[in-house]
């Protein structure tokens, strides 16, 4: 397959990059300080800790709604993030 596409530019999804971004940004914690030097009391870590927390927040929202049977009275339907 490579080899009969090797003449073809591949064109990566812009959507898939964005939440790919996004997923390494939030996770800034768990990432070594070698290999990105992060300090606590940095603004940006003040950000992605918000942000964070948020995202913890909604998802609890979303599996309680789920769990009671109410997302089915919403008019838009509730999702739970998943990895693409």
């Avoid at 790919?20 to 939030?26: C, F, G, K």
């Avoid at 964070?52 to 509730?78: E, F, P, R």
Wanted: charged share 20%; glycine share 2%.
């Amino acid at each position: 397959m490579k080899a009969a596409l090797g003449d073809f530019h591949r064109q990566p999804c812009a959507c898939h990059m964005l939440a790919t971004v996004v997923i390494h940004t939030l996770q800034l914690e768990q990432i070594s300080a070698t290999v990105l030097p992060v300090q606590k009391d940095d603004e940006e870590m003040s950000f992605v800790t918000i942000i964070q927390s948020t995202v913890t927040k909604v998802k609890a929202c979303v599996a309680y709604l789920k769990k009671i049977g109410l997302d089915n009275q919403l008019s838009k339907i509730l999702k739970q993030s998943n990895s693409t």
